[in-house]
Nanobody
Framework: QVQLVESGGGSVQAGGSLTLSCAAH????????MAWFRQAPGKEREGVAS????????YYHDSVKGRFTISRDNAKKTLTLQMDNLNHNDTAMYYC??????????????????WGRGTQVTVSS
């Protein structure tokens, strides 16, 4: 099992940028598929972006295409989400997740075995 720790959240004005990081500590295996999810108050958790860690294939929710970039460093076991041109709708708790099976493209939370505790992103207008 992989332990995940997110960092990098904070408060930013609309149009600004943040970089989230997710570190997998103490374990030899990085997830086969890694993803970022988010959940705003009163809303369901939604998939933001995902990546197959070996092939590097990436997938994005339509609302973040062209603004967010997911990447990974397999040697450092770190997942990153670069978020640019943020808007109020991006305000949410952001979670890092890992799965050992296929299913990256669906951006659905089912199937992810390990989750971080989240990092808060707040965008003010």
């Amino acid at each position: 099992q992989v332990q995940l720790v997110e960092s990098g959240g904070g408060s930013v004005q609309a149009g600004g940028s943040l970089t989230l990081s997710c570190a997998a500590h103490e374990y030899s295996n990085f997830g086969y598929c890694m993803a970022w999810f988010r959940q705003a108050p009163g809303k369901e958790r939604e998939g933001v972006a995902s990546i197959y860690t070996q092939a590097g294939l990436t997938y994005y929710h339509d609302s973040v295409k062209g603004r967010f970039t997911i990447s990974r460093d397999n040697a450092k076991k770190t997942l990153t989400l670069q978020m640019d041109n943020l808007n109020h709708n991006d305000t949410a708790m952001y979670y890092c997740a890992a799965r050992s099976t296929r299913g990256c493209s669906a951006l659905e939370s089912n199937g992810y075995e390990t989750w971080g505790r989240g990092t808060q992103v707040t965008v003010s207008s």
